[in-house]
T-cell receptor, first 115, second 111 residues
Framework: DGGITQSPKYLFRKEGQNVTLSCEQNLNHDAMYWYRQDPGQGLRLIYYSQIVNDFQKGDIAEGYSVSREKKESFPLTVTSAQKNPTAFYLCASSKNRGMSQETQYFGPGTRLLVL | QKEVEQNSGPLSVPEGAIASLNCTYS??????FFWYRQYSGKSPELIMFIYSNGDKEDGRFTAQLNKASQYVSLLIRDSQPSDSATYLC???????????FGKGTRLSVIA
């Protein structure tokens, strides 16, 4: 069964703590993306990667870090520098046949809450 | 800043009616346009994409694109209560950049 998995479904962060959100896909997609969604807001791009070992900052990268060591995996770390991390985090992937026609497919999301 | 604008709603329509959702975008060079549906607490799912001016139909859904007016819309015929969700418009702007999303329009179909 092909798809995108995210874990955990819910994550609780304490003050000053770094936490890592997992995103795995078995769709053989080249590109992967991380978005943040706040209530009443659209999706805002945090980071994206079009190929293994390469990634670019999105619109709101401050306080976040990523790695892309494997094609299937694109973990997101929310660092202690992110002062307002409570949000719904969505991972997506696309085939990367050419950016002009990239259809993105989403994982189920991780909801991050601050204790 | 390349922007995508949607009316936040809620847009309320009676069951069986046509729901019309609208989206405008700022980058005239935008190339590809997508509609996603998002149920409360869930992730977005792709409904349709459209690349060329005109209409594209898929079942009860029709996407309409007018690049001259920088306008894309989604029509839902025979609306059902199960269509109640937030609809996100997304656009790939010019240059090698990823999707830009609007904030979404909340649709409520009243039985």
């Amino acid at each position: 069964d092909g798809g995108i998995t995210q874990s955990p479904k819910y994550l609780f962060r304490k003050e000053g703590q770094n936490v890592t959100l997992s995103c795995e896909q078995n769709l053989n997609h080249d590109a992967m993306y991380w978005y943040r969604q706040d209530p009443g807001q659209g999706l805002r791009l945090i980071y994206y990667s079009q190929i293994v070992n390469d990634f670019q900052k999105g619109d709101i990268a401050e306080g976040y870090s990523v790695s892309r060591e494997k094609k299937e995996s694109f973990p997101l770390t929310v660092t202690s520098a992110q002062k307002n991390p409570t949000a719904f985090y969505l991972c997506a992937s696309s085939k990367n046949r050419g950016m002009s026609q990239e259809t993105q497919y989403f994982g189920p999301g991780t909801r991050l809450l601050v204790l | 800043q390349k922007e995508v604008e949607q009316n936040s709603g809620p847009l309320s329509v009676p069951e069986g009616a046509i729901a019309s959702l609208n989206c405008t975008y700022s980058d005239r060079g935008s190339q590809s346009f997508f509609w996603y549906r998002q149920y409360s607490g869930k992730s977005p799912e792709l409904i349709m994409f459209i690349y060329s001016n005109g209409d594209k139909e898929d079942g009860r859904f029709t996407a309409q694109l007018n690049k001259a007016s920088q306008y894309v819309s989604l029509l839902i015929r025979d609306s059902q209560p199960s269509d109640s969700a937030t609809y996100l418009c997304a656009v790939i702007p010019s240059g090698n950049t990823p999707l830009v999303f609007g904030k979404g329009t909340r649709l409520s179909v009243i039985a």
